[in-house]
């Protein structure tokens, strides 16, 4: 058996969900299945408005990502460029011996130039590139962000949708409802974490028996029993106790009077056969249980 809540969804807070889509109580189901889906409008619509975002982000990125290799690409031209000019003043500087000295000046003044305009050009192109990357990160932040916004809405709206995680029987809870004890149906609101179905085995049923002090004594593991269904009287299954509780509860009516849960294993199956029912046990003991012929 497996029980079935509605789901409590990350980041954000929420009331009720509401019940679009639910399988009657009893059906059959297979593994994957689908149970019960909620009310998925919101978490839809929060993912679809931020993968326009993401897409819009994802998209100034790679245009920014285009103009800095633009830019980098022109400003290296430049470089170049400038390295070619300080070069071509160099080797004026060469023939300065020859030249006037009105000439000769003019060719100092034009390789400083190129050197200034070189260490500008080499500085500038190391703060533009930084600058460059910086706007990019921003926006790959930003885009990062609407992603994981994205991505939680998906994931969200898939936990709106239920899915059986064994091959079994469905079986709704009775819970408290608009001022009375139910079943849920579609157009019911659950609080998130509410246990309201179960997914149930019908191969492997069990029978939980509140045993008193003085049957626990004459009870072991592997007692052989047969099981009758209140609901329907002119059924009988045959079947085991497997499990002994070895710490006694409290009852009901009184602090004094304790009992031991004990659980028995039904053999077989029939359609009847369904959770919650009501049963009665009768053991079978054996002679050395009986202690002196007692029934």
């Known amino acids: 058996m497996r029980g079935i809540l509605a789901p409590t969804l990350s980041g954000q807070f929420v009331a009720t969900l509401t019940i679009t889509r639910l399988v009657p109580s009893g059906s059959q189901v297979k593994k994957g299945d ?7 409008q919101s978490q839809m619509r929060e993912f679809i408005d931020r993968q326009a975002d993401y897409t819009k982000l994802q998209n100034q990125v790679i245009q920014e990502q285009s103009k800095e290799s633009a830019a980098r690409a022109k400003d290296e031209t430049e470089i170049r460029e400038a390295e070619s000019g300080l070069s071509k003043a160099e080797l004026e500087m060469q023939k300065v011996e020859i030249l006037s000295r009105i000439e000769a000046e003019k060719a100092r003044e034009t390789l400083e130039e190129a050197r200034a305009t070189l260490k500008q050009l080499r500085e500038t192109f190391d ?18 962000r609407t992603r994981q916004i994205m991505e939680h809405a998906q994931a969200d709206a898939d936990l709106l949708r239920i899915r059986s995680p064994l091959d079994g ?8 409802k608009r001022g009375r004890m139910g079943e849920v149906q579609e157009g019911d609101q659950l609080r998130p974490g509410m246990a309201f179905m179960q997914v149930v085995d019908p191969s492997l049923m069990e029978v939980s028996v509140p045993a008193n002090q003085q049957d626990f004594v004459r009870l072991h593991v592997g007692q052989r029993a047969q099981i009758h269904l209140d609901a329907y009287p ?3 299954f045959y079947g085991k106790l497997d499990e002994m509780a070895p710490i006694a509860r409290s009852g009901d009516f009184s602090s004094k009077l304790r009992f031991f849960p004990v659980v028995f294993s039904v053999s077989g199956h029939n359609a009847k056969l369904m959770p919650d029912l009501s049963a009665a046990v009768d053991v079978e003991l ?5 202690g002196g012929g007692e029934p």
């Open 234 to 236: 002119e059924l009988v």
């Open 127 to 144: 703060l533009k590139r930084k600058a460059a990357q910086a706007a990019i990160r921003i926006l790959e932040i930003q885009r990062d």
């Open 169 to 176: 029987v469905a079986v709704l809870n009775t819970i408290w």
């Open 286 to 290: 054996s002679e050395d249980n009986q």
């Open 34 to 40: 689908l149970l019960v889906e909620f009310d998925r």
